[in-house]
């Protein structure tokens, strides 16, 4: 599991700037991220999957039954790929061992969470058969009117947790009730709801705390439970997008550090700077959307016989200077806690 939800890294290094020298801190966050458009969990009762389809004629794949009904059936790697949605190289040895006698999946939960205008599920289940039986969970997304797995890395903190704890309490975490004697459950519970608003963010942080903690304890297997439908109607937070961090500058005349990365950025300031200028660096704040990596720089230019300031701020993605008329101060709004950010267009992202 990805420590890119709960772990702080904090780094302090200094930056000479021609004449200024600037100290730095950098902290790693979560701030940014996208939007939950819908949020609703499920739990089922004595749904299991012993039976098979005779052919890839037969699959369809409209719900996410289905695909694991297909997985259950799957005897080649054209099969394999259209459950995959991409190409696919299993052994024989791997189509034997799916496919042995007394296999079968009962399956136990699931939440369905859309971003992104993407509908995704995690679904748990028991995989039972001649060996112990254990629990796993699994990573879902519909593409058109197809679901297939995935292999969405922004989920993979919310899928661990559904790896890890029972569908008893995870549905005492949705359904916001816990019972006496499970103080720890219940101190995440609560901070997973904030003024009866489920809060996702708060929600993988704190059992993700749990499970760091090493006191939780999980069964391999566990009793599937009775059926309920759970649906979130007001959903607070965000799916935090990775690799963020956030570094600020301020002045030390005893600095003799350098930071690359600000270095990179200052080089891509230059075009705006005039005669008898120089850049003094705010802040940047980097992360990963769509597996490019972005920064948002904030500097000012100093004159330096008048001392004057004016403040600028650009984003770079991939080491190219983008032009984004949307684009607002993201310290301000780190600092309001209330606003969205708009990086790309019809893609709602938000600041928490």
């Known amino acids: ?13 200094n930056i000479s700037i021609y004449s200024q020298k600037m100290d730095g801190i950098c902290n790693g966050v979560n701030n940014i991220g996208y939007a939950i458009q819908l949020l609703e969990f499920s739990t089922y009762q004595d749904y299991k999957i012993d039976t098979k389809y005779s052919s890839i004629l037969d699959v369809k794949n409209e719900n996410v039954e289905d695909l694991m009904k297909s997985q259950y059936s799957v005897k080649n790697n054209d099969w394999l790929s259209l459950n995959y949605g991409k190409k696919m190289n299993w052994s024989q040895e791997q189509f034997d061992r ?7 999946l009962e399956l136990l939960c699931k939440l369905f969470i859309r971003y992104n205008n993407i509908d995704y599920c995690i679904l748990k289940m028991n995989m039972l058969g001649d060996k112990t039986p254990k629990s796993i969970s699994i990573i879902m997304e519909k593409n058109k009117e197809r679901w297939q797995f995935s292999d969405n890395t922004l989920l993979q903190d919310a899928n661990f947790i559904f790896t890890f704890f029972s569908t008893n309490d995870l549905s005492k975490v ?3 009730y816990s019972q006496e004697g499970e103080k ?7 901070n997973s709801w904030v003024q009866n608003n489920f809060n996702y963010n ?5 059992f993700s705390q749990i499970l760091f903690s090493g006191n939780y304890k ?5 009793k599937a439970n009775k059926k309920n439908d ?10 935090p997008l990775s690799k963020q961090s956030y570094c600020y500058f301020f002045p030390n005349e005893n600095s003799n550090y350098t930071d690359n990365n600000l270095n990179s950025l200052i080089s891509f300031a230059e075009n705006s700077k005039k005669e008898k200028e120089i850049i003094i660096p705010n802040y940047y704040y980097k992360f990963n959307l769509e597996n490019n990596e972005n920064y948002i720089f904030s500097y000012d230019l100093e004159n330096t016989e008048t001392k004057a300031k004016e403040t600028k701020i650009f984003q770079m993605v991939n080491n190219q200077i983008i032009d984004n008329s949307k684009l607002t101060d993201i310290f301000s709004q780190m600092k309001e806690k209330n606003n969205d950010y708009i990086l790309k267009e019809k893609k709602r992202i938000v600041i928490k």
């Not at 720890?184 to 609560?190: P, Q």
């Not at 999980?218 to 566990?222: A, L, N, R, T």
């Open 1 to 13: 599991m990805k420590k890119t939800i709960i772990i702080l890294c904090i780094s302090i290094f």
């Open 98 to 104: 799916l496919n042995q006698k007394g296999n079968s």
């Open 202 to 206: 708060n929600f993988i942080n704190s």
């Open 184 to 190: 720890e459950l219940s101190n995440a519970i609560n």
């Open 230 to 239: 759970i649906k979130l109607d007001i959903v607070k937070g965000i799916v």
């Open 174 to 176: 949705f359904g916001n």
């Open 218 to 222: 999980k069964s391999s297997y566990e």
